[in-house]
């Protein structure tokens, strides 16, 4: 199994399934990386290195509070093309309506790194 990294950004999906006497009850596929993250003596690491982080922050909520947001937030493509390839993004999400950032924006983010 791979470790997930900016560079090569390995993506699985893990799937969790939950049964009661034989029969399903629920069921959640969620996109998973693997990937170790700490600090240490004032610097960054993932999966053992020394990284160096970079990138944007997109206030979900407050991003939807532009008029032209509501044509495109919902747009993986263009989400994908003018967020998150541009600028390497983080998704900030927050509790306030209107609610997290799709999971799938989020799960782009990952697959891109």
């Known amino acids: ?4 990294s900016p560079e090569h950004p390995v993506v699985y ?10 029969k399903l009850v629920d069921a959640r596929e969620i996109s998973w ?17 020394p990284v160096e982080l970079r990138g944007g ?14 044509a495109v937030a919902f747009d993986p493509k263009w ?5 998150v390839l541009r600028l390497k993004t983080t998704v900030q999400t927050c ?8 999971e799938s ?3 782009l983010c990952d697959h891109e790194g």
Do not use: I
């Open 13 to 22: 999906k893990l799937r969790l399934v939950e049964t009661e006497s034989g």
């Open 79 to 83: 989400f994908r093309t003018n967020v």
């Open 33 to 49: 990386g693997r990937k170790e993250f700490h600090t240490q003596d004032k610097r960054f690491y993932l999966n053992g290195q």
């Open 105 to 107: 924006l989020l799960d």
């Open 1 to 4: 199994m791979a470790n997930w």
């Open 95 to 102: 509790c306030v309506q209107p609610g997290p950032a799709p």
């Open 57 to 70: 922050v997109v206030m979900w909520h407050r991003f939807l509070r532009n008029p032209e947001a509501a």
